[in-house]
């Protein structure tokens, strides 16, 4: 049973134009929701983070908004960059402080940035 | 600062042989973690270790996985025997506090039984 669904396996957007990456939970016991970026060859590294008592969180050019009564998730990246290009993982556990063990990941986006 | 360490990059190996992975993670981290990422899905824990102590380990299949962090530091991650399945990257991430959800991860170790 997956409880944290990224249903686009990969999505294409025109530099400068706006990333919107969806992620769907089933667990309503989660509280605290991720986003890692991973690029080939490398290791996920952490990029925004929310929680459950906020409905948006921003951070430069990325903003992660937050339905918990639709169990919904996304991230916004405006504009989109060549670097923007990786994939990406959305990540949710059942309490900020909980430590990393918590995490159950989706099985990830591949977000391709277009010249 | 660096980052979290881990050798080889890759490994092939033929089932029912074994294989050890090694992890060094960021200078000052207390918590380790293993993580085993099949092709396609996301990273799933295998064991996290707080200092040289094992606090999690109940997703690691215990008949052909093992894990140590002796010293508090490095960590070495075995399989024997391998099976087909386990052909997977395996991730080493570390984090300052155990209560740090926000871990660091390395480039990992791509592993193919054959």
């Known amino acids: 049973d997956q409880q944290v669904k990224q249903n686009s396996p990969s999505l294409s957007v025109q530099e400068g134009r706006i990333s919107i990456l969806n992620c769907d939970y089933t667990n309503s016991m989660f509280d605290y929701f991720l986003w890692y970026k991973k690029y080939p060859a490398e290791g996920p590294t952490f990029l925004i983070s929310i929680s459950s008592i906020k409905d948006k969180n921003e951070d430069g050019r990325f903003t992660v908004f937050l339905n918990k009564s639709a169990k919904h998730l996304s991230l916004h990246i405006v504009p989109s960059q060549p670097g923007d290009s990786a994939v990406y993982f959305c990540?949710?556990?059942?309490?900020?402080?909980?430590?990393?063990?918590?995490?159950?990941f989706g099985k990830g986006t591949h977000l391709i940035i277009q010249p | 600062e660096a980052g979290v360490a881990q050798s080889p990059r890759y490994k092939i190996i033929e089932k029912r042989q074994s294989v050890a992975f090694w992890c060094n993670p960021i200078?000052?981290?207390?918590?380790l973690y293993w993580y085993q990422q099949i092709l396609g899905q996301g990273p799933k824990l295998l064991i996290q270790?707080?200092?040289?102590?094992?606090?999690?380990d109940s997703q690691l299949p215990k008949d052909r996985f093992s894990a140590e962090r002796l010293k508090g530091v490095d960590s070495t991650l075995k399989i024997q025997p391998a099976k087909l399945e386990d052909s997977a990257v395996y991730l080493c991430?570390?984090?300052?506090?155990?209560?740090?959800?926000?871990?660091?991860f390395g480039q990992g170790t791509r592993l193919t039984v054959v």
């Open positions: 991430a570390s984090s300052k506090r155990v209560t740090d959800t926000e871990a660091f």
């Open positions: 990540a949710a556990s059942e309490y900020s402080g909980g430590g990393a063990d918590g995490l159950t």
């Open positions: 270790f707080q200092n040289n102590g094992v606090v999690d």
């Open positions: 200078s000052g981290h207390a918590t």
